[in-house]
């Protein structure tokens, strides 16, 4: 069997460096054919919050050793930044926070109780971003609180299905997670 010539790091840096020159050019040509044809709808600035985002997730992805936990983090921030930005540009609606938010973190939860079943054995290496993920899930029943969702089923949903899939990684995990505070911390 004939496999593939690996690219060299220096190779694929030059590549990558091409590729973001190439992306800057296009985001500039964007934004000049958006003020040239039609200066009152912001549709290049969109344009290039997806090529901005395209970018987070490819620097971060190629970066050696990818926690796979890590990843559902930063995809969630950075969904839900991009979310919140396109909402603010096409006239703040308020449906970002109201429902796009929310339904993002059920996905994050339901995409580590996953990683957890099937590979209980690096939970450890994912408690800290599920933390994070339900300090991340408090923010919906913060809006909630602040009156500034319309739609507060699906924040409340959110932030109960990230409380309920930590305690049930913990309960999964219990052993294991006793286990290494013993190790760690010698109690």
């Given at each position: 069997m004939i496999y593939p010539e690996k690219i060299k790091a220096?190779?694929?840096?030059?590549?990558?460096?091409?590729?973001?020159?190439?992306?800057?050019?296009?985001?500039?040509?964007?934004?000049?054919i958006n003020k040239l044809t039609t200066p009152t709808i912001p549709w290049a600035a969109l344009a290039n919050a997806g090529i901005l985002y395209s970018w987070v997730v490819v620097v971060y992805c190629v970066r050696k050793n990818i926690n796979l936990a890590g990843h559902v983090l930063l995809q969630l921030i950075a969904l839900s930044i991009l979310m919140i930005y396109i909402d603010y540009k096409i006239g703040s609606r308020g449906w970002s926070i109201s429902i796009a938010v929310p339904i993002m973190i059920m996905i994050a939860n339901l995409t580590m109780l996953v990683l957890t079943i099937v590979s209980y054995k690096k939970y450890m290496k994912y408690v800290i971003y599920q933390l994070m993920i339900v300090l991340f899930s408090i923010l919906p029943l913060i809006f909630v609180t602040k009156h500034i969702v319309q739609n507060q089923t699906l924040s409340v949903i959110a932030s109960g299905i990230s409380a309920f899939n930590f305690v049930i990684c913990l309960i999964l995990c219990a052993k294991d997670i006793k286990e290494e505070m013993v190790r760690k911390f010698h109690f």
């Open positions: 220096k190779k694929s840096n030059k590549i990558i460096k091409i590729l973001m020159c190439v992306s800057i050019g296009i985001a500039i040509i964007l934004l000049l």
